[in-house]
């Protein structure tokens, strides 16, 4: 069984006082009556200059269309106190203004926006039907398709396998605490027979979740969220609630009863858990890592990642081994702990270092110094790091990334040619630098 919704109509109606003629809503000015049902409003906000760009807002007539609205910052405090999702109003004078091309929430390319004019007032004993919601649902392939693309924000409903890493074979328990300080929660979730997707519920949505979750005496499996922005995180496909987003459960509304009615005649698609899918990590870039940290998140997480070791970090007060990598976004500074030393040279961390010191003593870091040829020999190597994003890092204390484990590529290694379209020349010639770094090092340390 598929969930399915009915076509949208992308004609959008307006009625006049009389409710027998009705008009189409182009751009420009219409000195007429609307009548619609508010479906949901949020605040938008602009991400870089942390300003208010005002209330956007869903909104759904008599046939059923849905259509976003606009109320500039300026006429917030006149129009906020009046709106209440769910209530069926009518809007005398608004303008019909050009929807946004980036993160649409609706197929109509009209936005209604409130007017100088507009006038906001509940009907009262509409003879009117209004639908209470309409979702837009759409396949994985559709999800691929429109990744990284910043265009239509989709739904999806779909049944849960993991919340926070917690299976749902025993009973999640959700640290609110926790959630409040990372400010999202990750839920590992499946629509029908797709592939499990990770969904990144952040800031209301996480606060949604966690309220409707535990509102439920028994674990709810079907979950629906709204306006889903789809990403590509390393390569792997992502959904991200954004402003917009609502969270529905089990038997919020109409997609999540029919869905939840489908698993329950189909109970082993609820216990099928791909541990590959829902335990592997995300195989994130360099420049990806430090954009995760910039996000402002407090927890602890671990990525994979494919980088070339270029430089062998010395001089440091500290004792540690540490590496500079590159990948094709940026270059970083890992530093390796416990195994990852003895996976990438055969000598554990504590080893390199200690010989490091034994064999330059007190020399300053204006010396020429003994580099451990073990370390030396790795330049020019690519490898796939497990890395750990420390609270040094989250607290803005360090850029350098902790490596706690060095995996096996999966595949052979690529040329520089076939790694980027616009890298490829730049790639060979720092191949080249590369090889003549490490010789250089060698002849300096009497290798």
């Avoid at 269309?65 to 069926?88: H, N, W």
């Avoid at 803005?396 to 706690?404: A, H, I, N, P, Q």
């Avoid at 379209?421 to 300096?444: P, Q």
Wanted: net charge negative.
């Amino acid at each position: 069984m598929g969930v399915t919704t009915r076509p949208v109509d992308l004609g959008f109606h307006s009625a006049v006082k009389s409710g027998i003629r009705r008009t189409d809503v182009s751009p420009g000015p219409h000195e007429t009556q609307l009548h619609f049902r508010l479906i949901h409003f949020w605040e938008a906000w602009n991400p870089l200059k942390k300003t208010l760009i005002g209330i956007e807002m869903l909104l759904i007539d008599e046939q059923g269309t849905v259509i976003q609205g606009f109320i500039s910052p300026g006429r917030i405090e006149r129009y906020l106190p009046k709106m209440k999702p769910g209530l069926v109003y009518k809007l005398n004078n608004f303008y019909g203004s050009s929807n946004k091309s980036v993160y649409r929430v609706s197929d109509h390319a009209v936005t209604v926006s409130f007017s100088w004019n507009s006038e906001l007032s509940v009907l009262e004993d509409s003879p009117s039907h209004f639908d209470e919601d309409r979702f837009r649902f759409h396949s994985f392939e559709d999800f691929q398709a429109s990744c990284n693309r910043k265009e239509d924000l989709y739904d999806v409903v779909g049944h849960m396998k993991l919340v926070n890493g917690q299976s749902f074979n025993g009973t999640p328990v959700l640290d609110e605490v926790e959630i409040a300080r990372a400010r999202h929660v990750l839920v590992h979730v499946q629509s029908h027979d797709g592939p499990v997707m990770k969904l990144y519920l952040w800031d209301q949505a996480a606060k949604e979740f966690c309220k409707k979750f535990k509102s439920y005496e028994n674990t709810p499996p079907v979950l629906l969220v709204t306006t889903v922005n789809t990403k590509s995180l390393g390569g792997t496909l992502a959904l991200t609630s954004m402003s917009s987003s609502r969270v529905f459960m089990d038997y919020d509304v109409q997609p999540t009863i029919d869905y939840f009615g489908w698993l329950a005649s189909n109970p082993q698609s609820a216990e099928e858990v791909n541990a590959e899918v829902v335990t592997k990590r995300e195989t994130l870039t360099i420049r990806e890592i430090f954009s995760y940290i910039k996000q402002g998140s407090t927890k602890e997480v671990f990525f994979e990642c494919t980088a070339t070791i270029d430089d062998v970090v010395h001089g440091s007060t500290w004792y540690r081994a540490q590496i500079s990598v590159y990948d094709n976004s940026e270059q970083a500074v890992f530093v390796l702990l416990g195994d990852a030393g003895f996976e990438l040279t055969g000598k554990h961390a504590f080893e390199l270092v200690s010989n490091y010191f034994e064999a330059n003593g007190n020399q300053g870091v204006t010396q020429e110094v003994h580099v451990p040829e073990a370390l030396l020999s790795t330049i020019g190597q690519k490898h796939n790091f497990c890395v750990k994003v420390t609270k040094h890092n989250l607290d803005g204390k360090s850029r350098s990334l902790t490596v706690t484990k060095i995996l096996p590529l999966d595949t052979p290694p690529l040329t520089e040619a076939s790694e980027g379209n616009n890298n490829s020349a730049e790639g060979s010639k720092r191949t080249n630098d590369i090889d003549e770094m490490g010789k250089a090092k060698r002849l300096k340390c009497g290798k």
